[in-house]
RNA sequence: GGAGAGGUGGCAGAGCGGUUGAAUGCACCGCACUCGAAAUGCGGCAUAGGGGCAACUCUAUCGGGGGUUCGAAUCCCUCCCUCUCCGCCA
């Protein structure tokens, strides 16, 4: 969310940098329009409610006194302001709801050298702060090669009786899976892998969080209030909590209306969930398969530091989801993504994208996120830095997938298949499948 | 689910209709004392939004929201949360 008194200090740039963004027709006129009006009303309540205090003061003091004639001679006298105090502050209400309202819906300032593109045709592949394409080929695997056509995912788990796509429809409708036997094991797995890859390697505490939030949390991660269709909603007397989309909701929220001090930073999170999304907008798209779930596992990493480390700690984090690849031995790229692609919050995305051979094709498998103080603001996460007194801080916010669970066992499932509809286990996988080395296999 | 108690500053904890943004203690930061430290003394120490070039000043905030009143941390309504007891339960 932004500052009004950023934008009224930044008025070019904010227009410039709103102008790079797609549907975005917002004017920082138009936000300073009601700001002005806004301030307008404070004055004229501050200036009613100052005379009103200063008269109050005065009947306590006849009062204490037993002056009963002139405290009812003030009394009547204050009488007056009282309608226009309460109309001030509702007033004030409506103008401070209208300008958040108009804020809440401006996606977050792109950093200057995210690449300018309409759509995800405009991202450009990235290798690293000083990487090349020779220097990332030495630690990616290469791209596997096959002495037969290799088979989409849903194809060799249907095969080995891992993955049942007709009975999840049965139970839950489309973009369900059931997955059974050493396929479902297959993907605790990862799931552990990644999880303890983070937690041991990584430096992320490992946190299980609600997977019902609030609407307040989602405001925090910019889910609401443009993105509700995207969501599931559990509904109770009372009220409805949400079905988390990611992790990154109860993960980042962690910190929401909290004073840490500068000591604590960065706190590094992660944590194993099933994610939920309605996919209302993808209709017809990837139906095949489990490529795009109604409820899919990931491994979340968010990071909260302070603004001077967040940029570092993007390409940390970067790091941290590219290991995960890089041990399971898939091959990938990253991607910078454009400013047609960046999502709401972020200042810069970088997405990883695996090789799906029987899709022939790379698919997202991470986004891995900076949000500078965007997100901070409307949690009210702040930290006090060190030193002597100062002024309280917004934290800034990362966030990334370390990787996606569901997307990483198609990953495997069709860069490690064999030419009998065997799978082979990547060998870091092999300790948290009881040593097996091949499903289906002998 | 039933009954009760409570949510006050970084923390602990008073106040329960009148100059209270809020006693007191702890923590923290200056200064004094000291060779230095401790102890002690003095002073400072919340957040946000306005106005002002500035010094400074005004307003709001005692879980959230609404209300009563000239005036609310104190009274009323409502929501949220915490704790205790009973019941139920993985």
């Known amino acids: 969310m932004f500052d009004i008194k950023w934008i009224r200090a930044n008025a070019e740039a904010f227009d410039a940098a709103v102008a790079r963004r797609k549907g975005v027709s917002v004017r920082s006129s138009d936000l300073l329009a009601i700001d002005d009006r806004r301030r307008d009303i404070i004055v004229r309540l501050n200036q009613a409610q100052e ?34 105090i309460q109309q001030g502050e509702a007033e004030e209400r409506a103008i401070e709801l209208e300008l958040h309202n108009a804020l809440a819906v401006i996606p977050n300032l792109l950093f200057d050298d995210v690449p300018d593109g309409a759509d995800e045709s405009g991202n450009v592949e990235y290798f690293g702060r000083n990487g090349t394409p020779e220097t990332v080929a030495k630690v990616r695997a290469p791209r596997p090669s096959f002495s037969f056509a290799p088979k989409e995912h849903y194809e060799i788990g249907e095969a080995l009786g891992g993955m049942d796509f007709e009975v999840a429809a049965k139970l839950s409708g489309s973009r369900f899976v059931v997955l059974k036997g050493q396929v479902a094991r297959l993907e605790r797995a990862l799931g552990q892998f990644m999880l303890d ?13 609600p997977l019902l939030v609030k609407d307040d949390a989602l405001f925090g ?12 909603f559990a509904g109770h007397a009372g009220g409805r909590l949400a079905l988390i989309p990611t992790a990154e909701v109860p993960l980042t929220n962690l910190v929401r209306e909290s004073m840490l001090s500068e000591e604590e930073l960065p706190l590094r999170f992660t944590a194993l969930t099933p994610c939920f999304r309605s996919e209302a907008g993808s209709a017809g798209r990837d139906t095949r398969g ?21 940029v570092d700690e993007h390409e940390r984090m970067l790091g941290c989801a590219e290991t995960v690849l890089q041990k399971l031995g898939l091959h990938y790229r990253v991607m910078n993504l454009c400013s047609g692609d960046v999502g709401f919050g972020a200042k810069r995305t970088y997405d990883l994208e695996v090789w799906l051979p029987g899709q022939d094709t ?3 498998i991470s986004s891995v996120s900076v949000c500078g103080d965007f997100q901070a603001r409307r949690m009210d996460a702040r930290y006090r830095p060190a030193g002597e007194k100062q002024a309280p801080r917004f934290v800034h916010t990362l966030n990334g997938s370390g990787t996606a669970v569901g997307r990483c066992l198609i990953a495997v499932m069709e ?13 870091v996988l092999q300790p948290y499948m009881g040593g097996l080395k091949s499903i289906g296999g002998r």
């Open 197 to 209: 890859l983070h937690t041991n390697a990584h430096g992320y505490t490992e946190v299980q969080p």
């Open 362 to 364: 790379y698919r997202e």
């Open 415 to 427: 860069n490690y298949q064999q030419e009998d509809g065997s799978v082979l286990v990547p060998d």
């Open 290 to 310: 489990m490529l795009r779930q109604h409820q899919f596992n990931k491994v979340e990493l968010v990071s909260i530091t302070s603004p001077e480390a967040s």
């Open 51 to 84: 005379k009103r205090n200063a008269a109050s003061k005065l009947i306590g003091q006849a009062k204490a006194q037993k002056d009963e004639a002139k405290a009812e001679a003030l009394m009547s006298e204050v009488t007056a302001l009282k309608d226009s």
């Open 221 to 232: 991660t910019n889910q609401l209030p443009k993105f509700e269709d995207d969501l599931f």
